[in-house]
């Protein structure tokens, strides 16, 4: 599988925003729909239902602003991200909407016509399932949209969710709204790699000698002898990384 690719166009990075790409690094990219929502009524909703397709959606909100990060997992296990900063006033409920629609527009785009879409908003959820009534006018037209938007999928289902299980669309939301000066820098592409191996093993070079780099690590593991020139702390060195080997 490719690397996941994430995209923030025309922003500039702070401590907090490294901090954060940092936390997005740990998903691995691999397949975390299973991870991510742990409920077992969830889990046996959609082993009964299957669906090719999940959304998942957030907001996000701190003193430099707010932003919505929206996620399409396909049923191989890809994502597909998006993200925006909002630069006009509204309230945490108001970007969850935003958000919502942000991930049904793509879900459209990439003609998904059956769709799972989890969220952290209850009220959201509920207004748009029809359960709850929309009290606030301003919150009226955002029910419509989404509504509307859900006549353009064969099924699509809404189910709530704790935040903490909707870990990645809060990131990506999180990261959006720490952005500062969205119209004056760009941020190129963040790729996610997948690490198998201890980043020494791969910035390893053959010993002037012509034998492995490892070469003293399995003769340790071997026979427990060093180098015959090895210095006290080479021999501690050789012991440490014997650690991370075994013999096959």
Not at 16 to 29: A, G, N, R, V, Y
Not at 110 to 115: A, D, H, I, K
Not at 123 to 148: D, R, S, T
Request: negative net charge; glycine residues 4%.
């Amino acid at each position: 599988m490719d690397p996941l690719k994430y995209i923030f166009h025309k922003a500039m990075p702070t401590g907090k925003l490294s901090k954060w790409q940092m936390f997005l690094s740990e998903f691995d990219i691999v397949y975390v729909t299973p991870k991510a929502i742990k409920a077992q009524a969830l889990a046996d909703h959609l082993a009964e239902n299957p669906i090719d397709e999940e959304l998942f959606f957030d907001g996000a909100e701190n003193h430099q602003g707010k932003g919505i990060g929206a996620v399409l997992v396909s049923e191989s296990g890809q994502h597909y991200t998006m993200a925006a900063k909002l630069q006009f006033n509204c309230t945490n409920n108001m970007a969850e909407y935003e958000a919502c629609i942000l991930g049904l527009k793509m879900a459209i785009d990439m003609n998904v016509y059956e769709l799972f879409v989890i969220g952290d908003s209850d009220l959201l959820i509920h207004q748009v399932q029809g359960e709850w009534a929309v009290k606030n006018a301003k919150f009226m037209p955002y029910v419509q949209c989404v509504q509307k938007l859900c006549k353009r999928f064969r099924k699509i289902e809404f189910r709530h969710t704790p935040k903490i299980q909707n870990e990645l669309a809060d990131a990506l939301a999180a990261i959006s709204s720490m952005i500062k000066h969205p119209d004056t820098d760009y941020i190129d592409p963040l790729y996610i790699e997948l690490k198998e191996h201890p980043v020494h093993c791969s910035h390893v070079e053959a010993k002037p000698d012509g034998l492995p780099w490892y070469f003293d690590i399995k003769k340790y593991l071997e026979c427990g002898t060093y180098p015959e020139d090895a210095t006290s702390n080479q021999k501690k060195s050789i012991r440490r990384m014997a650690l991370n080997f075994f013999l096959s």
